[in-house]
Antibody, heavy 122, light 109 residues
């Protein structure tokens, strides 16, 4: 069963750090591009970051998180990460990890989503 | 600030068709056929409905279709059903980043 499961959310003070994890199973982890997407309470979806397949050489970020957040992947652990530093109250959201729909290709659409993990900065 | 504009709400009666537009610009929707659409029910994760502008993933009803004209992408839902009531978001590649639209709440009357 193809699955993504996020963890690591919680309550954190402004200026502090947090690392989110996303454990993948049921598919060839290294072959797929992965994303982080967030949703603030009562608001719409916001794309956060993308990492390319295989060695994750290509990484892209939304302007709102550039320089503060780092996306990474560990193929040996089949796990995606989001390191979040210098957190702000406006980073409060449910954070989803998602898989791009086509192997190796970027930006085509996200077909597998986790259940989300909640980050509260307060 | 979203670079993609969607109407806040649309509505239709069961059996009818509705179209949700997603207006971008020449640096996103107008330049790349990399628009996808998502359905989100309250408290649930988003679900991919259309990718690469007009392709349906396996398992998505053929009542859902996507198209693009110039800087505007559109999602059309035909034969509206009660379970289609949800929020819908467009998403587009825009160079070295991407954006979601602000979202459209679909009400089935």
């Amino acid at each position: 069963q193809v699955q993504l499961v996020e963890s690591g959310g919680g309550v954190v003070q402004p200026g502090k750090s947090l690392r989110l994890s996303c454990a993948a199973s049921g598919f060839s982890f290294s072959s797929y591009v992965l994303h982080w997407v967030r949703q603030a309470p009562g608001k719409g979806l916001e794309w956060v970051a993308l990492i390319s397949s295989d060695d994750g050489a290509n990484r892209y970020y939304a302007d709102s998180v550039k320089g503060r957040f780092t996306i990474s992947r560990d193929t040996s652990e089949n796990t995606l990460y989001l390191q979040m530093n210098s957190l702000r109250t406006e980073d409060t959201a449910v954070y989803y990890c998602a898989r791009d729909v086509l192997r190796y290709l970027e930006w085509n659409g996200m077909d597998v989503w986790g259940q989300g993990t909640t980050v509260t900065v307060s | 600030q979203s670079a993609l504009t969607q109407p806040a709400s649309v509505s239709g009666s069961p059996g009818q068709s509705i179209t949700i537009p997603c207006t971008g610009g020449s640096s996103d929707v107008g330049s790349y056929n990399l628009v996808s659409w998502y359905q989100q029910h309250p408290g649930k994760a988003p679900k991919l409905m259309i990718y690469e502008g007009s392709k349906r993933p396996s398992g998505v009803s053929n009542r859902f279709s996507g198209s693009r004209s110039g800087n505007t992408a559109s999602l059309t839902i035909s034969g509206l059903q009660a379970e289609d009531e949800a929020d819908y978001y467009c998403f587009s590649y825009a160079g070295d980043r991407a954006f979601f639209g602000g979202g459209t709440k679909l009400t089935v009357l």
